[in-house]
Structures are given as C-alpha cells and as structure tokens.
C-alpha cells in the first residue's frame, strides 16, 4: 500500500465503516479520480444522485476540512502522477465528447492500469508467483466476463507444467470442480461487481481444507476478503458503464510471466517436450 495517494489510503482504512451511500462514493472516487478531480461537491452529488451534504460529510470522514480540501488533494497527486506519465496523462484527458468506442476503451483501460499500479506492486506478484508453483492443482475460477481471463490462465499455466481446474460452472455443476480440493490446492478466484455465493463456496471450501487462494476483485472489502490467503485489488472503470477487461488481464499476463520466469529451464523444457509432439504429427 506505500505507492497509494493520501486520499486512496484513507478510503481504503475506513471503507469498512462506511455507509453504503459512502461505500459508493468511494467506489466512484477510485475509479474517476482525474474526473473528481475537477467536480465540486455538487456535481459530486448530482453524479451520485445524492445529496451534497453527504458528499461533504464524506471528504470529512476522511479527514479532510472539507471537499475542496479533498479536491485539492486529489489534483496535488494526480499532478504527481501525471509528470511522471504525462503520455498517459495525455492520452486519458485527449477523449473528447465524440469519441468512438476504441478511444474510449483505450482511455478507460489507461486508467484503470494505472490504479492497478497503485494497487499491486511486484512484490505481491512473486509472493502469488510461488504460491501458483507450489500448489498441487490451481482451480481457477471466473463466470460471465471474467470467464475470459480463466482461459487464458488456463492455456498458459497448464503449458508451463501447472494442473489446472478450470471452472466457470455455476450452481450445482461448481461443486462437482471444487469437492476434491484440499491443503495442496490453490484457488484463483475473480469476483467483481458483488459477492457471488459461487466465489464464496470456492473460498470458504479451500479455507476450510487448509488450501490457499488468490482473490482478484475491485471490492475494497467485503465478506469474501478475510477467507482469501491474499487479494489483489483490480478497477475496472464506472460501475455504471461497459468496463474493459485490461486491467485484470495484465495482471493475469503478469503471473504468468512470473511463473514462467521463476521456473526457468524448466519452462522452456515444457514448451519444448509440447513442441517435439507437435513436430511428431506435423501441427508445428
């Protein structure tokens, strides 16, 4: 948590003790910081559809004088952040009022990379690098949208040597994935927008075997938290609108990089036995 600003640190402390009218603005706030950035209290509100006594009730529970004092805040590091990305900077602030859908889901993905920086740092990969290495299977699940990223974990991990269950079921058809998990399993486990009673199962079941997990959601906190051996916090843009899956997907790609960096000589010669076998039927 050393790289978040003031402002993201404090939500995050105090997010648990929020109101939901609050647990929301909080949400919008670390997901629109450039645009709150420059919103009074009551653009703040009428964005929110609340009122802007609320808005300012909220800048003070985070102990600030008030809303401009947040504000203010809130340009200071963005300032900071842009001089040191001003390309990025650049591209984020160039959408105008008609742009099409690329401009726009580039520009979204642009900052919810950013925020993942702020949010996860090398040091947590590796530490969810060894954690996929030393697991005996690696159940990976996701449904709906995020079903797309447990294909690619699969794809990749399982050529890199891992035993991968893959799991996108829902209901009844999960537990016919998760039953057999036990203390040398690891769960990687995709949960965004709400607590599902599926990721809920997957988690509460490896807890209860002495397994581990990865939980990747852009929940703060919620009930799935304490059950997860460790959390990475992933944004995916305005909860009202179409979120790209950028953001989740580089940190996908970034353990798999892990892995196959950590595991070195041994990975090349995976690929390699996988490529002798293509060659033998002729589907290089």
Same mark, same amino acid.
């Given at each position: $948590?050393?790289?978040?600003?003031?402002?993201?640190?404090?939500?995050?402390?105090?997010?648990?003790?929020?109101?939901?009218?609050?647990?929301?603005?909080?949400d919008f706030v670390l997901q629109n910081m450039p645009e709150v950035a420059m919103m009074s209290s009551a653009d703040l509100a009428c964005c929110m559809d609340l009122s802007e006594a609320t808005v300012v009730?909220?800048? &003070? $529970?985070?102990?600030? @004088?008030?809303?401009?004092?947040?504000?203010?805040?809130?340009?200071?590091?963005?300032?900071?952040?842009?001089?040191?990305?001003?390309?990025?900077?650049?591209?984020?602030?160039?959408?105008?009022? @008609?742009? %099409?859908? *690329?401009?726009?889901?580039?520009?979204?993905?642009?900052?919810?990379?950013?925020?993942? #920086? &702020?949010?996860?740092?090398?040091?947590?990969?590796?530490?969810?690098? &060894?954690?996929?290495?030393?697991?005996?299977?690696?159940?990976?699940?996701?449904?709906?949208?995020?079903?797309?990223?447990?294909? #690619?974990?699969?794809?990749?991990?399982?050529? *890199? %040597? =891992?035993?991968?269950?893959?799991?996108?079921?829902? %209901?009844?058809?999960?537990?016919?994935?998760?039953?057999?998990?036990?203390?040398?399993? *690891?769960?990687?486990?995709?949960?965004?927008?709400?607590?599902?009673?599926?990721?809920?199962?997957?988690?509460?079941?490896?807890?209860?075997?002495?397994?581990?997990?990865?939980?990747?959601?852009?929940?703060?906190?919620?009930?799935?938290?304490?059950?997860?051996?460790?959390?990475?916090?992933?944004?995916?843009?305005? $909860?009202?609108?179409?979120?790209?899956?950028?953001?989740?997907?580089?940190?996908?790609?970034?353990?798999? *990089?892990?892995?196959?960096?950590?595991?070195?000589?041994?990975?090349?010669? &995976?690929?390699?036995?996988?490529?002798? #076998?293509?060659?033998?039927?002729? =589907?290089?």
């Open positions: $948590m050393e790289n978040l600003g003031i402002v993201t640190e404090r939500i995050h402390s105090k997010y648990a003790s929020m109101t939901k009218s609050q647990q929301r603005l909080a009730r909220f800048a &003070q $529970m985070l102990e600030f @004088n008030g809303y401009p004092d947040m504000r203010q805040q809130l340009q200071t590091e963005l300032l900071k952040q842009f001089r040191s990305s001003s390309r990025v900077a650049a591209m984020v602030h160039a959408q105008s009022d @008609n742009a %099409g859908p *690329l401009t726009m889901v580039v520009s979204e993905t642009i900052k919810s990379l950013q925020l993942l #920086l &702020q949010s996860v740092n090398d040091a947590q990969v590796e530490e969810a690098v &060894q954690r996929i290495i030393s697991a005996r299977r690696v159940i990976v699940f996701g449904e709906g949208a995020p079903a797309s990223i447990t294909v #690619l974990a699969d794809f990749w991990l399982s050529r *890199l %040597g =891992c035993q991968v269950v893959r799991v996108n079921q829902t %209901g009844r058809r999960l537990f016919d994935k998760i039953f057999q998990a036990g203390s040398e399993d *690891l769960a990687i486990v995709f949960a965004f927008r709400r607590v599902t009673l599926e990721a809920m199962a997957i988690l509460e079941h490896l807890n209860q075997e002495g397994g581990q997990s990865l939980l990747v959601t852009d929940l703060i906190d919620s009930k799935m938290h304490p059950l997860a051996t460790q959390v990475f916090l992933v944004q995916r843009g305005p $909860m009202e609108a179409f979120r790209p899956m950028g953001a989740p997907l580089a940190l996908v790609d970034a353990l798999i *990089l892990g892995v196959m960096l950590a595991k070195g000589d041994d990975a090349v010669e &995976q690929l390699s036995r996988l490529d002798t #076998l293509r060659q033998r039927y002729d =589907c290089l």
